[in-house]
């Protein structure tokens, strides 16, 4: 079976960091580019980040930029996001997901259907 499975999130207190993973199995994730997104409570999914297959080149939204990192180890069939310095609006349930391309935005990634999907990880930041 095809599938993405994200892990790492939990409770962080304002400022914590938190690494999240998204490992998959059935297929190999280097073949993909992978994005994350996320989804706050009573708000729409939105593009977070995104690594691309080719060049490995990445991209973040606005809100995380200087906060977040994505990186992908193709040996571990795995990619990451790193999140620092996180706030209150970091709090959401976060998803990877899996399409040949990334959008040509960060922000236009929800425009787009995206292949394989993950069922997410809560990140709750609060003290």
């Known amino acids: 079976q095809l599938q993405l499975v994200e892990s790492g999130g939990g409770l962080v207190q304002p400022g914590g960091s938190l690494t999240l993973s998204c490992s998959a199995s059935?297929?190999?994730?280097?073949?993909?580019?992978i994005g994350w997104f996320r989804q706050a409570p009573g708000k729409e999914r939105e593009g977070v980040s995104c690594?691309?297959?080719?060049?490995?080149?990445?991209g973040y939204a606005d809100s995380v930029k200087g906060r977040f990192t994505i990186s992908r180890d193709n040996a571990k069939n795995t990619v990451y996001l790193q999140m620092n310095n996180l706030k209150p609006e970091d709090t959401a349930v976060y998803y990877c997901?899996?399409?040949?391309?990334?959008?040509?935005?960060?922000?236009?990634?929800?425009?787009?259907?995206?292949?394989?999907w993950g069922r997410g990880t809560l990140v709750t930041v609060s003290s």
């Open positions: 690594v691309s297959a080719a060049t490995g080149s990445t």
């Open positions: 059935g297929f190999a994730l280097d073949n993909y580019a």
């Open positions: 997901a899996g399409e040949w391309y990334c959008a040509p935005t960060v922000a236009t990634m929800t425009n787009y259907e995206w292949k394989y």
